[in-house]
C-alpha cells in the first residue's frame, strides 16, 4: 500500500511522530500506582495483560512489552498496540486529521480480520488476567506460610544482639513487657534480578546479604498473624553509622535498598509490642482476674520511635503508663487501618518530625480521624521537626 498514495504516507507519518502520552491513552496503558508522572512507566501490557511487562520510556520514545514482544519507536504502533483502536482511527485521533479523502478504505475481509485479531487479544488477555489472579493468591498464600516458618525461627530478644541494635540507638535498659520482637541470626536479603535467558529478560530471586535480624510479628485486628516485619541491623555497631544499619545496594540498578521489609502482609495489621501496663510499670500476668486490660494505646510507625517513647515514659515512671498498650503501625499510611480493641478509650499518635510534613500531617490526620470514628479520643504527639522520637532519646 505504502508508495501508491503519497497524501495517506504523509498523514501516516504524521500519526508515527504523534505524541506518547496520547498514544498510551489510545491504547489505554495504565501505568502501576506510583509511575503516573514517571518518564519510564511500566505496567500491564495492553495486549497481553501482567503487572509491569510493559514499559514505556518517554524521552527516548519507545515502549516494549518483555512478553508479548510489542516494541516500538512512534507514537502509532504505541497506540495500536492491544488493538484497541482500528489503524485509522489511531491516525486521525494521533494527527488531529481526518483520512486524505480519496484514499481507499478498509474492505469488509481487513476489517473481520481486525475484529478477529482484537477478538483473539481480548480473550487472550482474560486468560491472562485470570492466571495472573490466581497467581497472586498462590504468592500470598506461600509468603504467609514463609511469615509463619520464619517467625518459628526467631528468638528471645533478652540477651540477643537486638539488645545491642537498641543500645546503640540508646533504647537501654529495654524496659519490661515488650513482646512480639524475636531475633535471627541469619536473616537473608532476597532481591529480584533480571537474568537473561534464551533472548528472554525474567526475573529470579537472589539472596544478597545474610545478617543478625529482627523479627516483629504483624498481626490481624482478631489476633491471627498475617506476616512478619524484618529489621536487618549491622553486625559490628560504630559511632559513623548511627542508624546501626547495613547499607545494602542491588546489585543491578546501584539503588539504595530498604532495611526494614514486611513477610507477608501488613494491612490493618500491627506488631504489638507492649501488652498495657499499670503505671507502676507492672506487667499483666495473664491470669484470670489479674489481667489489666490497656485503655490508652500509642502507636507510632516504626519499632526505634515507640520503644524510644515508651522507654522516655519508663524513665519518668509516667502516669500516660497506666494501663497503656504500645503497638507498632509499620507504615503511617497503615495507621488508618488499625482497629482499636476494646477497652481502648484513648489513641496517642506519634509522629516522627523527619518524614515528609505534609505526608506525615496526612496520614495521620485520617489515622485521627478513623480513632474518633472508632469512638476513641485521640491526641497527637509530634517529635521536634527534622527529628524522630529516637533522635530526641538520644539527645536527651
Ligand atoms: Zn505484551
Redesign the pocket.
Known amino acids: 500500500m505504502r508508495g501508491d498514495d503519497p497524501e495517506f504516507d504523509a498523514w501516516v507519518d504524521r500519526a508515527r511522530a504523534g505524541s506518547f502520552l496520547q498514544a498510551i491513552e489510545l491504547c489505554e496503558f495504565m501505568p502501576a500506582k506510583g509511575q503516573a508522572q514517571r518518564n519510564d512507566r511500566a505496567g500491564p501490557?495492553p495486549?497481553?495483560g501482567g503487572t509491569d511487562?510493559?514499559a514505556v520510556r518517554f524521552n527516548d520514545r519507545v515502549f516494549n512489552?518483555r512478553?508479548?514482544g510489542?516494541r516500538g519507536r512512534d507514537a502509532l504502533s504505541l497506540a495500536l498496540v492491544g488493538e484497541k483502536i482500528s489503524f485509522v482511527e489511531a491516525c486521525e485521533a494521533l494527527t488531529g486529521e481526518p483520512k486524505p479523502s480519496h484514499t481507499r478504505d478498509e474492505t469488509p475481509e481487513e476489517r473481520a480480520a481486525r475484529h478477529e485479531r482484537r477478538r483473539k487479544a481480548e480473550a487472550a488477555a482474560l486468560v491472562a488476567a485470570e492466571k495472573q489472579a490466581r497467581q497472586i493468591e498462590a504468592d500470598r498464600r506461600r509468603s504467609l506460610e514463609s511469615a509463619d516458618r520464619l517467625w518459628g525461627r526467631g528468638g528471645s530478644l533478652v540477651n540477643s544482639p537486638i539488645a545491642d541494635y537498641f543500645g546503640h540507638r540508646d533504647i537501654r535498659p529495654l524496659p519490661p513487657g515488650i513482646e512480639n520482637l524475636r531475633f535471627v541470626s541469619d536473616l537473608p536479603y532476597y532481591v529480584e534480578v533480571d537474568v537473561e535467558r534464551g533472548g528472554d529478560i525474567e526475573t529470579e530471586l537472589r539472596v544478597i546479604h545474610r545478617g543478625p535480624g529482627m523479627l516483629g510479628r504483624i498481626q490481624a485486628p482478631a489476633g491471627r498473624i498475617i506476616g512478619v516485619h524484618r529489621t536487618w541491623f549491622d553486625q559490628i555497631f560504630s559511632a559513623d553509622n548511627p542508624k546501626g544499619r547495613p547499607h545494602l545496594f542491588h546489585p543491578q540498578t546501584g539503588k539504595a535498598l530498604k532495611t526494614k521489609k514486611v513477610l507477608g502482609e501488613q494491612h490493618g495489621g500491627a506488631i504489638r509490642l507492649v501488652r498495657g501496663l499499670d503505671w507502676r510499670g507492672n506487667v499483666p500476668t495473664g491470669f484470670p482476674g489479674d489481667m489489666i486490660p490497656p485503655t490508652r494505646m500509642f502507636l507510632a510507625e516504626g519499632v526505634e520511635t515507640l520503644l524510644s517513647v515508651y522507654l522516655a515514659l519508663w524513665r519518668d515512671r509516667s502516669p500516660l503508663l497506666d494501663r497503656a498498650a504500645f503497638w507498632c503501625g509499620i507504615n503511617l499510611g497503615n495507621l488508618q487501618n488499625i482497629r482499636a480493641p476494646k477497652p481502648i478509650a484513648e489513641v496517642i499518635l506519634l509522629g516522627d518530625g523527619d518524614s515528609d510534613p505534609d505526608d506525615t500531617t496526612k496520614a495521620l490526620g485520617r489515622a485521627e480521624a478513623s480513632f474518633t470514628g472508632q469512638g476513641c479520643r485521640v491526641a497527637r504527639l509530634m517529635a521536634d521537626r527534622g527529628k524522630d522520637f529516637n533522635d530526641m532519646l538520644r539527645a536527651s
Request: proline share 0%; net charge positive; with cysteine.
Open positions: 501490557c495486549a497481553c511487562r510493559f512489552c512478553h508479548c510489542a
